[in-house]
């Protein structure tokens, strides 16, 4: 069984970052493993070598696995490509298996962040930034939105700067220049204060009360407001930018052109086994390899999480449909592209999830019977549970619809964290390697929280994970009402997508916890449905508002 030492490297060489490839044939009884101590992954080969094609250096088996402060022996089974270089570093730093530091095997480094704690901004994308700022600030509402969606869909994680001790990632610029956009205009007196804006606030401020509890510093504190700024700052942006159907008919148009794009990027990395946009830093340079298939993610943060946000696009395409010429023959590419997306990430959660997703939409002839169908699942998910042995959260192992999945160690972590809710409750938890305990893993541990629920427990307790289950039952309660008293079947069923693709995301965090700039996906959702509630609420105030404006321009003309 090959091995391999990890240790510190005494440098900082972030060239190599970018330049690992895993020679890999497809081998299904070859599966990829992972073993983490202290923060550090080891993975390995036993037959094949792991080659840095920067230096032509390689290295094969026969080598020691030894953690850095450690005495003993770790073996490592099966070499794998180096995970979660930057991922999910500055929003979950809490979490050890992505926490690393600079590890290297023979004094070259194998596996850490070399963006962590400094500036990394490539010169071509400092450009795309300040186009990208110069768009929000002076461009159209349209411009601005166009924006964002490029900064959300073309711009890698690593891309940040540091001011006063503030991590800056692209998105958290774009959402300061939209800010400032905002205040200079005076656009959000436009905005009417709804149930669902105050729930976000609250929601906000109790993540960074209940985080900086924790461990009381001045790190806390940043690393708690950079995370309001990407929840609260977010969603208010967009309910600015978004604030009708019309502006969600632009977002609908250039999500579609954006995917075409993005499609051809994946494409091309299926095929050549290159990310483009990870020449850039921040994403790897070439796909992962599981049970023998490339797992493309683009300059998303991660393979599941580009399938997760395409998945929960897909609902949009459905229910808006595209121009006035061809439009069905638009809105099936969008959705074929879309689905063509989350397939070639090849990763269960969005899959599955894409397929909620359309059997939600097809629930729309019901919409008068939702009720009944809601009891209806309530009855079968509790016959479920009386039927198994096990919990009903126990059908998270079952999940396996790509092969390679780790259903079962979801699994382990929604439990563990039912069985030491005392542990978070209150105000959360920094550190969930002690939930392992007696489950025969404790060399891995449940570090890696991947389930949205877990997440916003974890970092907040009870009081921030049911703000963000509350604002999420409301944004759906909109949907709701909006569906009920549409003008005419055409809106009512936008109006029922909207929900559909907040059914989406939820449907993600059973599986997975958004990260980098996908978060904004769902923030932007959830505007969304404040946007169209309010434009419905208050339309009788706007025409009359726009007729008396017209009256004065009449009368000043006479």
């Known amino acids: 069984m090959a091995r391999a030492t990890l240790r510190r490297s005494a440098g900082n060489d972030g060239a190599l970052a970018d330049q690992w490839k895993e020679q890999t044939q497809p081998n299904r009884n070859d599966p990829i493993g992972h073993h983490i101590r202290n923060g550090y992954v080891a993975s390995a080969r036993p037959k094949d070598t792991l080659v840095d094609d ?3 250096r390689s290295y094969g088996r026969g080598i020691d696995c030894k953690a850095h402060g450690a005495s003993d022996r770790i073996t490592c089974p099966n070499i794998a490509k180096p995970r979660h270089t930057l991922a999910q570093v500055s929003d979950h730093a809490h979490v050890a298996i992505v926490s690393l530091g600079d590890l290297s095997v023979n004094n070259v480094p194998v596996l850490f962040d070399p963006y962590a704690d400094r500036m990394f901004l490539h010169p ?3 450009v795309v930034i300040l186009v990208i700022c110069a768009m929000t600030l002076v461009g159209s509402r349209k411009y601005a939105l166009i924006a964002a969606m490029l900064t959300l869909n073309f711009i890698t994680p690593a891309q940040r700067v540091f001011i006063l001790n503030m991590n800056l990632p692209a998105m958290r610029i774009f959402i300061f220049a939209a800010v400032v956009r905002i205040f200079i205009r005076n656009t959000h007196c436009r905005l009417r204060i709804l149930n669902l804006d105050k729930v976000v606030v609250f929601y906000g401020i109790a993540s960074v009360v209940s985080y900086t509890l924790q461990s009381p510093s001045l790190g806390s504190l940043n690393n708690a407001f950079g995370t ?11 309910r600015v930018l978004i604030t009708d159907l019309s502006d969600l008919y632009t977002l609908v148009r250039v999500l579609t052109v954006i995917g075409i794009a993005m499609l051809i990027l994946f494409v091309i990395e299926y095929r050549t086994g290159v990310n483009v946009l990870g020449r850039f830093g921040g994403v790897p340079l070439t796909p992962d390899i599981r049970e023998g298939r490339a797992r493309i993610q683009g300059p998303y943060p991660h393979p599941i999480l ?6 929960a696009v897909i609902p949009l395409f459905l229910g808006f449909r595209i121009g006035t010429n061809g439009r069905d023959l638009q809105m099936y590419v969008a959705v074929g592209v879309s689905l063509a997306l989350v397939a070639l990430t090849a990763s269960s959660t969005p899959i ?3 397929a909620f997703g359309i059997g ?3 629930f729309f002839s019901l919409r008068h019977r939702l009720t009944d169908a809601k009891l209806i699942l309530i009855f079968m998910l509790v016959a479920i549970s009386l039927w198994m042995r096990h919990p009903i959260w126990f059908l ?6 790509v092969g390679g999945s780790t259903g079962y160690y979801r699994f382990l972590l929604v439990d563990s964290f039912i069985r030491h809710w005392s542990d978070w409750f209150a105000i959360g938890l920094r550190d969930t390697a002690s939930w392992s305990q007696g489950l025969g893993m404790n060399f891995v541990g449940l570090r890696d929280l991947a389930n949205q629920f877990v997440y916003e427990g974890t970092r907040g307790g009870i009081v921030t994970l049911l703000l963000f289950l509350a604002g999420a039952v409301v944004a759906l309660s909109y949907v709701g009402r909006l569906v009920r008293e549409a003008a005419d079947l055409d809106d009512a069923r936008r109006f029922w997508h909207v929900g559909v693709s907040v059914f989406v995301h939820l449907a993600n965090f059973v599986a997975v916890s958004y990260f980098g700039q996908v978060k904004f996906a769902w923030w932007m959702t959830l505007a969304i449905c404040g946007s169209l509630h309010q434009s419905h609420m208050f339309a009788g105030e706007r025409v009359i508002a726009e007729t008396a404006s017209i009256s004065g321009s009449a009368v000043r003309t006479t």
């Open 352 to 354: 599955a999830s894409a």
């Open 228 to 238: 309001f700024l990407d929840s609260v700052g977010a969603y208010f942006v967009v």
């Open 306 to 311: 580009a399938g997760a946000y395409w998945a």
């Open 360 to 362: 939600a939409s097809l």
């Open 124 to 126: 071509v994308i400092a």
């Open 54 to 56: 920067s230096r032509n």
């Open 396 to 401: 998270l192992a079952r999940v396996d619809l």
